[in-house]
């Protein structure tokens, strides 16, 4: 009886050990049935401990991909908002970008106006000073 106790024991402890090691991330080292008189309850508790193991191991695959679903739409998300933010700030700096080449443009044609009336003016002068300058002759 106490031998059957004792081998109790240290497969409690071996299971308890084995699942704090799971939990803890370790890989749980391979569980291997032995015989003995108390197969039934031996069987339940490894039963158990294997039942708790596979209810946590799909607990996880659950949450690790709940985890993975909401990092790629959360990166989607941030991915979509940051293109946005770029989309208007690449609009903004066009607009900005064609404001200054109208100004630019402005600026030209009032330039090329005033050297216009300015070369009209300077013609006139001249043509008027040839003109004096043969009626001073002629004189």
Same mark, same amino acid.
């Given at each position: 009886m106490?031998s059957a106790? /004792?081998?109790?024991?240290?497969r409690y402890?071996f299971?308890?050990?084995s699942k704090?090691?799971?939990?803890a991330g ?9 015989r003995?008189s108390? %197969?039934?309850?031996y ?6 401990f294997?039942? /708790? ?10 949450? /690790?991909k709940?985890?993975i679903s909401r990092c790629?739409?959360i990166?989607?998300?941030?991915? %979509?908002?940051? /293109?946005?933010?770029?989309? !208007? ?9 064609e404001?200054?080449i109208?100004?630019?443009? !402005?600026?030209?044609?009032?330039v #090329?106006?005033e050297?216009e009336?300015? #070369?009209?003016e300077?013609k ?6 040839k003109?004096?300058n ?6």
């Amino acid at each position: 009886m106490e031998s059957a106790y /004792t081998f109790l024991e240290y497969r409690y402890r071996f299971l308890k050990e084995s699942k704090e090691s799971f939990k803890a991330g370790d890989k749980v080292p391979g569980v291997t049935k032995g015989r003995t008189s108390s %197969r039934e309850t031996y069987n339940l508790v490894e039963e158990s401990f294997l039942k /708790t193991i596979r209810q946590e191991v799909m607990r996880t695959k659950i949450k /690790t991909k709940d985890i993975i679903s909401r990092c790629a739409s959360i990166s989607y998300e941030v991915y %979509r908002e940051k /293109t946005k933010r770029l989309l !208007k700030e690449i609009v903004k700096e066009t607009e900005r970008k064609e404001q200054i080449i109208l100004e630019k443009n !402005k600026r030209i044609r009032k330039v #090329s106006q005033e050297v216009e009336t300015t #070369s009209s003016e300077l013609k006139k002068v001249k043509s008027s000073a040839k003109n004096f300058n043969k009626r001073k002759g002629a004189n």
